[in-house]
């Protein structure tokens, strides 16, 4: 539906049939991109951004203004960022919004601007809640965050083989480490040998130099 309404729309413009009034609404529609909080947060520095982004609700605690007015005020995060979300008590979606807990995964579509003093706000906004390809997406978050994950996960197996080998190495005996051969040859053995060698030898000789009597 939304490439048949694409196309009509440019054979119109093309003969220069299109209305101003079709033109916003149409605009409008196709700048409602599914974006994350860090997308929507840093396109909002420069004024509104209409768009929608799929998260969970972290938490919805019940409030009070210093007017005496309740409002219920929604923390919501998706894989990378978060936001908070007041809802007003006139709202058409207070009641519904107040029923949400930990366990809510929802599409948040509106104006969204950053405020100096509350960060990101939505305005003109409704939700709904996700399905369960949404909410499993969701969960999975970004492919460009996926990709880094995996990638992550294969350095850290990596390392870890890498470390179990090391000490595999470490916990064989010597015998099985180093031949027979490569210990006769070292040099501090030779060298214990000949001084054993060398010491029994003077021992001898003066033996046979000096007797002991009987």
């Known amino acids: 539906m939304l490439t048949a309404a694409r196309a009509a729309f440019k ?5 220069r049939t299109i209305k101003r009034s079709t033109f916003v609404p149409c605009g409008r529609f196709d700048a409602m991109d599914l974006m994350t909080l860090t997308e ?13 982004v799929h998260v969970q609700v972290e938490a919805a605690t019940a409030k009070t203004q210093r ?4 409002y ?11 936001m908070t979300l007041r809802v007003w008590s006139d709202h058409p979606a207070y009641k519904s919004c107040s029923a949400f807990t930990s366990e809510s995964f929802v ?3 509106g104006d969204f601007r950053v405020h100096p003093q509350y960060g990101l706000e939505a305005e003109k906004w409704t939700v709904r809640p996700l399905s369960e390809q949404e909410r499993k997406e969701l969960l999975e978050g ?15 197996l990596q390392s870890i083989g890498i470390v179990r080998n090391v000490r595999q190495q470490m916990g064989r005996p010597i015998s099985s480490r180093r ?9 501090a053995r030779r060298s214990r040998r000949a001084h054993r060698a060398n010491d029994a ?14």
């Open 72 to 82: 219920c005020e929604l923390a919501l995060a998706d894989a990378c960022d978060r």
């Open 40 to 52: 929507i947060r840093r396109a909002a520095q420069n004024g509104a951004v209409p768009a929608r």
């Open 67 to 70: 007017e005496g007015k309740p």
């Open 201 to 214: 030898h003077s021992k001898g000789y003066r033996a046979s130099l000096f007797p002991v009597k009987p």
């Open 11 to 15: 054979v119109r413009d093309k003969h």
């Open 107 to 109: 599409e948040l579509t």
């Open 142 to 156: 970004p492919a460009d965050l996926r990709t880094k994950q995996a990638s992550d996960w294969e350095f850290i």
């Open 179 to 187: 031949s027979s051969s490569q210990i006769s040859s070292c040099p």
